[in-house]
């Protein structure tokens, strides 16, 4: 039985594997609209969610399969004290397939240790988001159309900011990978990251704090949002919450092809006047995680290798 905790869980050969079924039910949904007859996927949200959840569960849908759950702790017995391990073990045996969010780092291998069906992780605290990642590159292949000799400059939150960690990860291991990291002082990314996924691979990266000068020479930009809800101290939030907004501007110290992908919600690190600029991506990006979270339920349930 295999889960995704993490994307190192997967080899680049099966993502691209994963990208490919993507594209196929992209191109003809309707081959694919009774693969999961009869199957359920339980989303078990202990964090808010708009995308993940709902993609997931128009993933299942669309596949010809059903889908409980629940999008709020208070609607679980969880407010009563039970263990998260007791928790999936009951709902392990009435579902398929699980899609975890919790805001634990380490929570999903804990899923993972008492589930009898394979465990997805759907993001644990600031650790990792594997399906984002899943996303953004199923994105980045139908934007770009490789993974190979690109230079990824990742901006705001990168301390707390589980899609950064779960990309760098993965595109690191592509060949000719370079990363720029655009952060404050306070929100760098963290060492584990850097030694075990930039340095051990022999990654090449850059750290500036200042978005104007890390824009100018990649070919994608990953913008995210400083995460209220990670911080432990509200004042610290409320000085570095507007540290970078991407306008119309600093997009024209871009590339002409590069492209702005971002994990939503925005809050204001990204100006509406962008959404009009080509370059821009994220909402193709939103929608792309409907179809690879789809081929991912055909892989993990045994429909398609």
Do not use: W
């Not at 994990?263 to 909402?283: H, S």
């Amino acid at each position: 039985m295999r889960n995704l905790l993490n994307i190192l869980d997967f080899s680049v050969e099966e993502i691209d594997a994963l990208i490919a079924v993507a594209k196929e039910i992209i191109a003809c949904p309707s081959r694919f609209q009774d693969a999961c007859a009869h199957k359920i996927l339980a989303t078990l949200f202990f964090e808010p969610s708009t995308r993940t959840r709902l993609s997931f569960e128009s993933a299942m849908l669309s596949l010809g399969g059903s889908v409980l759950g629940f999008s709020d702790t208070a609607s679980s017995s969880t407010t009563k004290g039970e263990s998260l391990a007791d928790t999936i073990t009951m709902v392990s045996g009435y579902a398929d397939i699980i899609a975890m969010r919790h805001p634990k780092e380490g929570a999903a291998l804990v899923a993972s240790m008492h589930s009898a069906v394979p465990i997805i992780n759907a993001g644990d605290g600031g650790h990792y988001h594997p399906t984002q990642t899943l996303a953004d590159l199923t994105t980045i292949s139908r934007e770009l159309g490789h993974f190979d000799n690109l230079r990824i400059g990742v901006c705001g939150d990168l301390k707390y900011g589980r899609t950064v960690h779960s990309l760098v990860s993965a595109m690191s291991r592509y060949p000719g990978a370079k990363f720029v990291l655009i952060s404050p002082q306070e929100l760098k990314m963290p060492d584990f990251v850097k030694e075990h996924y930039l340095d051990a691979p022999g990654a090449e990266y850059t750290e500036t704090a200042s978005l104007e000068e890390g824009i100018r020479d990649v070919d994608i930009l990953y913008m995210t949002r400083i995460q209220k809800e990670r911080f432990p101290d509200e004042e610290d939030y409320l000085r570095l919450k507007d540290s970078y907004v991407l306008d119309a501007a600093k997009m024209r110290l871009a590339k002409p092809d590069m492209i702005v992908l971002h994990p939503l919600p925005r809050v204001n690190e990204i100006t509406t006047e962008v959404d009009d600029d080509p370059r821009a991506c994220y909402f193709r990006q939103a929608h792309n995680g409907r179809y690879i979270r789809m081929a991912l339920i055909l892989k993990l349930l045994g429909v398609t290798e």
